[in-house]
């Protein structure tokens, strides 16, 4: 788009550099000559015919380009420089010197252009040097605004602050770091205001306020309009001209949004979407699930895809289960695939993911193979996800209480309105909140306080499992211990289960159940709690415990892990932790390690680990 | 005795909170109500608190980011309110601040070898390109990235955060600083990368004497790191003494209601913990008598009434609480 654009307005730009050479004959000199011929239809001597003058159309057109792509150019310059700086001035200083520049900027833009313009140049002698300069001092507005907003933006960034902290001048701070981001921005604004700069110099030229003495496309349309084209039916005359200015607006505005299009790349769709069910075998593994399983994800895995590039493993072969009442932890730092592997479970994964195997059993059930209407009954009404960060998404324009009731009459459109009011009531209290609150709106909340209100709207539907993603991690200690405090109680009482991800060993130690560590999409090690804390056996697992500041006792320094998580559309061949694993061995950078049992309850995948039995296939069921 | 590196006394750092209604006093955020604290040449000092305790508002204040209501703070002995302009940059040159997000603080178009040569040509050290490069190469060094040179030429998108936050480490270092001011440094990081960034400021202390303010929720970073612990509440120091006593013998009620709530990374000591109820009341309705004395379990009648001052319980140990004050 950009490129088409592009080679638009260069076409547009070689004739008015070339036109004497292009055109036939200089509309300048040839007032007198061919006086003969008006509103001659276009032939093989004027392929555009004649105008009202009896003057060449094709060359007129040339010979126009130049006045509309000067005025263009210039005149978006000037009004570029003003609004660029008054816009950036604003945005950097801020407070008073904000206010007024805006406030003027405001009573300029409130002054409609054309009029402004038409008076000004009526006012000066209509030459192209004034209408460049009319156009260019009207139409800024615009750019001051854009700038003025991205210079905001840019200016709260962190890299701003610390420059200021380094003691970098204003000056240095405005060229070196607010500039730069603030300029494809400018780039794009400035094509756009190109094509509108030809537009107003188009219309002044058409109500006659061009410079006489030179040719624009205006200027045509203005003669053939007022000189009888319309009623002798010379449409060349009128379309021409017209043409003219549809091409290089038209060339402007591709080129802008094109431009605009590379440099603000936006980020590729990855917004949650409802996932076809994946063809698996059902007779994959042979069923040793634990009778009271209430979720058993067997073999799954996940890959993301993305044009021209091998697919992403970002979950592989994945298998656990999770009893009522039982809260499961999933360790492991960012980009592991812990978020993936949560969001497959209920099949909202992003466009770009897939699930390629495995089953994920609900009461025995495969979510994987539902049709999509009877998913939806699952989703959120029996399992439901805390999101990370959901203490954010609460609208900011409704009582929270309100929100929590939309949640309770999805479940039950039949409840009555006040059979409604006491469950958010119920379910208000449930988490701590006095019921009175739920009048409340999100911003007379605490974060906390969000926290709470996020759950209680996922227990409206009395699900039998909720999946917390990072529910604590924006918290503070005091506040943490609370919410954990809240989920052990609700387990207790309601005998929810929980998938609690989260990357905070701690807080892990303090409320699971089982854990479940998880590398570079694959499981590095699955027992309960207490096996993983004092007999951890992955090597992962030992350098994280290490590598965690734990409060409890004195300790040496911390051990840190060498390098970093691997990518996972660049997985190692052999096992993921191999390249950063200190007793690695050949075997290990080779061949991907299978999860053994190497304990009663205990699944690790390393190579240097002797199975204690055959894992065969079987389920993993730590108690 | 010896001046201390940084000293801060009785600073107050007042915010207007929103419009002023007619006919009423502005309302007033004091972000910061009288804080005073020493800091050693070397010394790692961790100022743990909640968040909107006043903490980032410190570190902002003594470097000058933000203009200080009244107090005074004395680097090196000298107080820098009185310092004239090309004094004070002097001063500000030794006192550096790391950010939290090391994923926004680092200019994405920039290279490192940019980033990291900034402070110098902003303070116009080392004007020969050559020398410039190599001081460069020396911080990129001391940061822990190696090869120096290769890291030099990166773009921040192609670094990982523990890397990125090196960066941020780098371009504080090129300038020699005295003092580091580490606001969050390590809680946007992972796990494994925390531990890293920890010790590469231990290192830093360790080699070149650099002292630290250490800013953190994250009571396990701190005892990971510091030598003494300053914990705040709602704008005042309630507690300040050695790292060790601080953290595992508090004796304020709310540094122990801190520790009462961090997690234990063993699942044997699990532990029914008294949970403090509530959380920090706004800054801009600072109770009267002790700040802490609604949450407070152990609040007697005088703690509605006096507001307690810091005061020493133990040698280089101090509390601001009515309940230690009578022992």
């Given at each position: 788009?950009?490129?088409?654009?592009?080679?638009?307005?260069?076409?547009?730009?070689?004739?008015?550099?070339?036109?004497?050479?292009?055109?036939?004959?200089?509309?300048?000199?040839?007032?007198?000559?061919?006086?003969?011929?008006?509103?001659?239809?276009?032939?093989?001597?004027?392929?555009?015919?004649?105008?009202?003058?009896?003057?060449?159309?094709?060359?007129?057109?040339?010979?126009?380009?130049?006045?509309?792509?000067?005025?263009?150019?210039?005149?978006?310059?000037?009004?570029?420089?003003?609004?660029?700086?008054i816009g950036m001035l604003a945005g950097y200083a801020g407070g008073a010197?904000?206010?007024?520049?805006?406030?003027?900027?405001?009573?300029?833009?409130?002054?409609?252009?054309?009029?402004?313009?038409?008076?000004?140049?009526?006012?000066?002698?209509?030459?192209?040097?004034?209408?460049?300069?009319?156009?260019?001092?009207?139409?800024?507005?615009?750019?001051?605004?854009?700038?003025?907003?991205?210079?905001?933006?840019?200016?709260?960034?962190?890299?701003?602050?610390?420059?200021?902290?380094?003691?970098?001048?204003?000056?240095?701070?405005?060229?070196?770091?607010?500039?730069?981001?603030?300029?494809p921005l400018l780039v794009v604004n400035t094509v756009l205001v190109i094509s509108l700069a030809i537009l107003e110099e188009s219309a002044l030229s058409f109500l006659g306020l061009s410079d006489p003495t030179t040719v624009s496309w205006g200027q045509m349309l203005n003669y053939a309009f007022s000189r009888g084209a319309t009623s002798s039916g010379a449409w060349w005359a009128l379309l021409a001209p017209g043409a003219g200015i549809v091409w290089v607006v038209l060339g402007c505005t591709l080129l802008g949004y094109g431009l605009e299009q590379i440099l603000n790349p936006r980020a590729k769709a990855h917004h949650l979407m409802r996932q076809a069910a994946p063809q698996t075998s059902a007779a994959q593994s042979a069923s040793s699930a634990p009778a009271d399983a209430l979720l058993e994800v067997r073999g799954l895995s996940v890959d993301f895809v993305a044009p021209q590039q091998p697919p992403a493993h970002a979950v592989q072969d994945l298998s656990f289960a999770l009893r009522p009442g039982e809260i499961m932890g999933l360790v492991g730092e960012s980009g592991c695939g812990k978020t993936t592997l949560i969001l497959s479970l209920l099949r909202l994964l992003p466009a770009a993911g897939r699930i390629t195997a495995g089953q994920v059993l609900y009461r025995g059930r495969n979510l994987l193979a539902l049709p999509e209407a009877q998913l939806a009954a699952v989703r959120w009404k029996e399992i439901a996800i805390v999101f990370q960060g959901a203490m954010n998404a609460l609208n900011p324009l409704l009582p929270v209480g309100r929100q929590i009731a939309e949640a309770v009459e999805r479940h039950d459109p039949a409840a009555t309105n006040a059979a409604v009011a006491r469950r958010v009531g119920e379910l208000l209290e449930q988490v701590g909140i006095p019921a009175a609150r739920g009048r409340q709106f999100a911003h007379q909340y605490s974060g906390g306080m969000r926290q709470r209100a996020m759950i209680a709207m996922a227990l409206a539907c009395d699900p039998k499992i909720i999946i917390a993603d990072e529910p604590t991690t924006a918290l503070d200690v005091i506040i943490q211990a609370q919410i954990l405090e809240l989920l052990n109680t609700l387990r207790q009482r309601l005998g929810l289960a929980v998938i609690f991800v989260t990357h905070d060993l701690g807080v892990v130690a303090e409320i699971c159940d089982t854990v479940l560590v998880m590398y570079g999409g694959v499981a590095a090690e699955y027992a309960s709690v207490d096996a993983v804390f004092n007999q951890p056996q992955h090597p992962y697992t030992r350098a994280l415990l290490a590598a965690f500041p734990d409060f409890s006792r004195q300790q040496n320094a911390l051990v840190s892990i060498p390098g970093q998580p691997p990518r996972l559309h660049a997985l190692p061949p052999g096992c993921r932790f191999a390249p950063r694993c200190s007793s690695a061995v050949a075997q290990c950078h080779a061949q991907q390690p299978r999860l053994l049992r190497v304990g009663a309850e205990h699944y690790a995948s390393c190579h240097l680990l002797q199975p204690t039995l055959p894992a065969g296939g079987a389920i993993p069921q730590p108690a | 005795?010896?001046?201390?590196?940084?000293?801060?006394?009785?600073?107050?750092?007042?915010?207007?909170?929103?419009?002023?209604?007619?006919?009423?006093?502005?309302?007033?955020?004091?972000?910061?109500?009288?804080?005073?604290?020493?800091?050693?040449?070397?010394?790692?000092?961790?100022?743990?608190?909640?968040?909107?305790?006043?903490?980032?508002?410190?570190?902002?204040?003594?470097?000058?980011?933000?203009?200080?209501?009244?107090?005074?703070?004395?680097?090196?002995?000298?107080?820098?309110?009185?310092?004239?302009?090309?004094?004070?940059?002097?001063?500000?040159?030794?006192?550096?601040?790391?950010?939290q997000d090391p994923y926004e603080s680092l200019n994405p178009l920039m290279r490192v070898a940019e980033i990291v040569e900034e402070p110098l040509l902003v303070h116009s050290i080392e004007p020969a390109p050559a020398a410039r490069r190599a001081r460069v190469l020396r911080a990129l060094e001391d940061a822990g990235l190696k090869p120096a040179q290769e890291f030099a030429a990166r773009l921040p998108h192609e670094l990982s955060g523990g890397q990125r936050q090196r960066v941020v480490i780098a371009s504080a270092l090129v300038l020699q600083p005295a003092l580091l001011l580490a606001d969050e440094p390590v809680s946007m990081l992972d796990?494994?990368?925390?531990?890293?960034?920890?010790?590469?400021?231990?290192?830093?202390?360790?080699?070149?004497?650099?002292?630290?303010?250490?800013?953190?929720?994250?009571?396990?970073?701190?005892?990971?790191?510091?030598?003494?612990?300053?914990?705040?509440?709602?704008?005042?120091?309630?507690?300040?003494?050695?790292?060790?006593?601080?953290?595992?013998?508090?004796?304020?009620?709310?540094?122990?209601?801190?520790?009462?709530?961090?997690?234990?990374?063993?699942?044997?000591?699990?532990?029914?913990?008294?949970?403090?109820?509530?959380?920090?009341?706004?800054?801009?309705?600072?109770?009267?008598?002790?700040?802490?004395?609604?949450?407070?379990?152990l609040a007697e009648a005088q703690c509605k009434a006096n507001d307690p001052q810091l005061h020493m319980v133990a040698a280089g140990h101090s509390a601001a609480c009515l309940l230690l004050e009578q022992k």
């Open positions: 788009m950009a490129l088409a654009g592009a080679g638009m307005l260069l076409f547009a730009l070689g004739l008015a550099v070339f036109a004497p050479l292009l055109a036939a004959e200089d509309p300048r000199r040839a007032l007198l000559a061919t006086s003969y011929a008006i509103y001659a239809a276009p032939s093989a001597q004027h392929w555009l015919g004649t105008d009202d003058a009896g003057r060449d159309v094709l060359s007129n057109l040339i010979f126009g380009a130049r006045v509309s792509l000067t005025v263009g150019f210039f005149a978006s310059f000037i009004s570029v420089a003003i609004g660029g700086s010197t904000d206010r007024a520049l805006m406030r003027f900027t405001d009573v300029v833009l409130v002054i409609p252009d054309l009029p402004l313009a038409i008076v000004l140049v009526a006012l000066t002698k209509p030459s192209l040097f004034n209408i460049i300069l009319v156009i260019g001092l009207v139409g800024w507005t615009g750019t001051a605004r854009l700038v003025r907003a991205q210079t905001l933006a840019v200016k709260q960034r962190k890299f701003v602050h610390r420059a200021r902290a380094v003691g970098a001048s204003d000056w240095r701070i405005i060229t070196r770091h607010i500039f730069p981001l603030v300029l | 005795m010896n001046t201390p590196l940084l000293e801060v006394r009785a600073l107050h750092k007042h915010f207007a909170a929103g419009p002023a209604a007619w006919f009423q006093p502005q309302p007033v955020v004091r972000a910061l109500d009288g804080v005073s604290l020493q800091l050693q040449r070397g010394e790692v000092l961790a100022l743990v608190g909640e968040s909107g305790c006043g903490k980032s508002t410190l570190a902002l204040t003594i470097t000058g980011l933000e203009a200080a209501t009244h107090g005074t703070i004395l680097f090196a002995g000298e107080e820098m309110q009185r310092s004239n302009k090309a004094r004070l940059r002097a001063l500000r040159r030794q006192m550096q601040m790391i950010f796990v494994s990368i925390r531990a890293e960034i920890l010790n590469l400021l231990a290192a830093l202390r360790a080699q070149h004497g650099i002292a630290v303010l250490f800013i953190t929720h994250d009571l396990s970073s701190a005892a990971a790191l510091a030598d003494r612990v300053a914990v705040m509440y709602l704008g005042r120091i309630v507690e300040l003494g050695p790292a060790a006593q601080v953290l595992h013998n508090p004796l304020h009620p709310y540094t122990r209601a801190l520790q009462a709530a961090v997690p234990v990374a063993n699942p044997r000591q699990r532990h029914r913990r008294v949970v403090l109820q509530g959380e920090t009341p706004n800054p801009a309705q600072i109770p009267a008598g002790c700040r802490f004395h609604p949450r407070c379990p």
